[in-house]
């Protein structure tokens, strides 16, 4: 094992609602040293300050005290590209609810990250080939992830984790949703990529039948790293016969509950995909709405309580099912406790109305979207490139009946849908002169049509 170590804090805190009544010490005066190769766990109760320290070291918690070192450089010093850069490509995370895009192919879902990065088809196909065979699950390559189980799913998530080729795996309470026997594949596959392909694996987990994978435990309390365990050394294999029963995950600190844990959670994981996405999204803002939304509402729910989320909750139901109008919705937020509202105060009651009906509004109209598609953007047969063809025509009042032109629609659309080119490339195809081969459409025209395309495409987050 090399001597350098590949994550080093000193004195690293965190604290929330700082100076406040509800101020939250969740983690305190941490020190450690992770080494290159090492698989380290964090292990402790709900609530003890895991997520925050791996999310210190995947900087996106930063809101730190102290110092955190990552091969040497000091994390807390980063401008955002180097931030950008670290997320990047110095880590790979996987988090217990998967958080695949349910309208890309499994193939799409783990080329994602690579987007932003201009890599060639050709390398991004063979390293995601790669990947898939490594971890065994080649033949859904052209699947969906709800025709996978959970198990799978999860694979095709460490492989999306893979596919910048980081040094250093984070994973969050990975086998979380998962039933014991897909648990301890999931333990088994990271294994295999601590051993196999040397990287370094911090995982963090409250269940303690996994704890005999790491190399060492940091066994933490109350936001403390209170004790270090040595299970093996660098090169020693796991210890026991790690059976299914061992690992029995299933993990009941799930995303969406846990003492208001999970909101910042879902929060900081969103925030990552949406920030490693972003590159792609480039001039389509839109594409991140979904994020956005999840990320607004679990601002919002970590300053509540739970029994607040629960009312807000079932009023943003009823707004769903329209039988809450936006106005309702409003007083809801802002009429006293006493009259069962959440007594915000007006001018956060009409902000937080405002929001939350846009949220709602947009989820409507993708419903509207994907009902006007079928089934969605599922095979890449021709009919549904003429659907969707028909139905981008239709929303802007495209009127085009020349054949050269509509072909070349269809195929610009098929090529997206396939991945072949970008959101930009279609819009600029669609941009160009019937010469250059394009289609001769008005650029503003052109990058509305493709806005839309990538919002069908990306737009369901499941
Ligand atoms: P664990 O992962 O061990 O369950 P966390 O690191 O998620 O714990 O949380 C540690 C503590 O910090 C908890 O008390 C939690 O409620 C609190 N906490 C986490 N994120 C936030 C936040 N964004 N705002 C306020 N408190 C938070
Ligand atoms: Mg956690």
């Known amino acids: 094992m090399a001597n350098k170590p590949i994550v080093k804090a000193e004195k690293l805190s965190v604290t929330y609602m700082m100076g406040r009544p509800n101020q939250v010490n969740a983690l305190t005066d941490a020190n450690l040293e992770i080494f290159p190769g090492e698989f380290v766990i964090f292990f402790g109760p709900s609530g003890c300050g895991k997520s925050t320290l791996l999310y210190a ?47 890309l192919s499994v193939f799409n879902n783990i080329v994602l990250p690579q987007f932003p990065l201009n890599v060639k088809n050709k390398e991004r196909e063979k390293k995601a080939v790669d990947l898939l065979s490594f971890f065994g699950v080649k033949e859904q390559i052209k699947k969906y992830p709800n025709e996978l189980s959970g198990g799978q799913q999860q694979r095709i998530a460490i492989c999306r984790s893979l596919i910048n080729d980081p040094n250093l795996i984070l994973a969050d309470e990975p086998t979380g949703n998962l039933d014991s026997k897909s648990a301890t594949d999931v333990m088994n596959l990271l294994l295999e990529l601590n051993e196999k392909k040397g990287k370094t694996v911090i995982l963090v987990t409250h269940s303690p039948g996994s704890l005999d994978y790491a190399h060492r435990v940091f066994y933490m309390k109350d936001g403390k790293i209170i004790d270090v365990k040595v299970n093996r050394q660098p090169g020693e294999p796991v210890k026991k016969e790690v059976t299914e029963a061992n690992v029995l995950a299933k993990d009941l600190e799930t995303v969406s509950g846990g003492a208001g844990t999970g909101g910042s959670q879902i929060n900081k994981s969103l925030e990552l995909l949406a920030r490693t996405y972003s590159n792609i999204a480039g001039q389509f803002g839109s594409l991140l709405i979904p994020f956005k939304a999840k990320q607004i509402v679990s601002e919002v729910l970590t300053s509540l309580g739970n029994h607040d989320i629960e009312a807000l909750e079932k009023e943003v139901e009823d707004l769903l099912k329209k039988i809450l109008s936006q106005e309702d919705f409003k007083s809801f937020l802002d009429r006293g406790v006493g009259d069962f509202g959440l007594g915000l105060d007006k001018r956060t009651a009409e902000k937080l109305s405002e929001k939350i009906y846009q949220i709602v509004a947009e989820i409507r109209d993708m419903e509207e979207q994907e009902k006007q598609l079928g089934a969605g953007i599922v095979q890449d047969n021709d009919k549904e490139v003429k659907d969707i063809r028909e139905y981008l025509f239709e929303a802007f009042d495209v009127k085009i009946h020349d054949r050269l032109q509509l072909e070349r629609v269809n195929s610009f659309i098929k090529q997206r849908l396939e991945n072949k080119i970008d959101g930009k490339q279609f819009s600029a195809n669609l941009d160009k002169s019937l010469k250059e081969g394009g289609v001769n459409l008005e650029t503003r025209l052109a990058r509305k049509l493709a806005q839309r395309l990538e919002l069908l495409i990306l737009g369901k987050l499941r």
């Open 57 to 103: 070291v995947a900087g996106l918690e930063r809101n730190i005290q102290g110092d955190i070192f990552i091969d040497g450089k000091n994390l807390a010093k980063f401008n955002e590209k180097e931030l950008d850069n670290h997320r990047q490509h110095t880590i790979g995370m996987i988090f217990q609810a998967y958080y695949l895009i349910s309208s």
